[in-house]
T-cell receptor, first 116, second 114 residues
Framework: DAMVIQNPRYQVTQFGKPVTLSCSQT?????MYWYQQKSSQAPKLLFH???????NEADTPDNFQSRRPNTSFCFLDIRSPGLGDAAMYLC???????????????FGDGTRLSIL | AQSVTQLDSQVPVFEEAPVELRCNYS??????LFWYVQYPNQGLQLLLK??????LVKSINGFEAEFNKSQTSFHLRKPSVHISDTAEYFC????????????FGPGTSLSVIP
């Protein structure tokens, strides 16, 4: 089945130690998103890509970076994780709504990040 | 700017009882509306959406939602809930100028009691 896969499902890192979360998709969607979701809160958009065109949200901390080497893969890098960065990180994909209006987003199961 | 309000953070309901999860939005432009469901330790899944046309939209598992423009609401209903409906439900909005960006509400935790 075509899907969005996030690895690992659970990630533990140390305070200040860089960490990378990965996302892959078999849907061939050109839009990919990264969300941060803290406990009992709504997902918060960090950034998204139209193909390789990167779009950062204004309030996304500089500590968060992203790479998209090709259509299928997207990475979230946290350069110096703090305790406040402990959260579920969700990757999502969609077709480009600028081409065909309003495409739904397809989510992976998330990576739960813990900071020691 | 758009925003979404879900007034009920937690809704407990007995199995086979009806349920309504409330959603109100604010926007100065025409919007698309969505309900997403999130089961424990999983990502979000699209439950149903309103884009245009009939104001009543239905999902395959018995949920329905009605777009009410005058009340700026998109409440989600189900006439008879099952244990398997226990999950977090997020209402979301996007407008026709922001293309793929979606604003999520804070979520409502539905707990179905046997």
């Amino acid at each position: 089945d075509a899907m969005v896969i996030q690895n690992p499902r659970y990630q533990v890192t140390q305070f200040g130690k860089p960490v990378t979360l990965s996302c892959s998709q078999t849907l061939n969607h050109n839009v990919m998103y990264w969300y941060q979701q803290k406990s009992s809160q709504a997902p918060k958009l960090l950034f998204h890509y139209y193909d390789k065109d990167f779009n950062n949200e204004a309030d996304t901390p500089d500590n968060f970076q992203s790479r998209r080497p090709n259509t299928s893969f997207c990475f979230l890098d946290i350069r110096s994780p703090g305790l406040g960065d402990a959260a579920m990180y969700l990757c999502a994909t969609s077709r480009d709504s600028r081409v065909v209006s309003n495409q739904p987003q397809h989510f992976g199961d998330g990576t739960r990040l813990s900071i020691l | 700017a758009q925003s979404v309000t879900q007034l009920d953070s937690q809704v407990p309901v007995f199995e086979e009882a009806p349920v309504e999860l409330r959603c109100n939005y604010s926007s100065s432009v025409s919007v698309y509306l969505f309900w997403y469901v999130q089961y424990p330790n999983q990502g979000l899944q699209l439950l149903l959406k309103y884009l245009s046309g009939s104001t009543l939209v239905k999902s395959i598992n018995g949920f329905e939602a009605e777009f009410n423009k005058s009340q700026t609401s998109f409440h989600l209903r189900k006439p008879s809930v099952h244990i398997s409906d226990t999950a977090e439900y997020f209402c979301a909005v996007s407008d026709k100028t922001s293309y793929d960006k979606v604003i999520f509400g804070p979520g409502t935790s539905l707990s179905v009691i046997p």
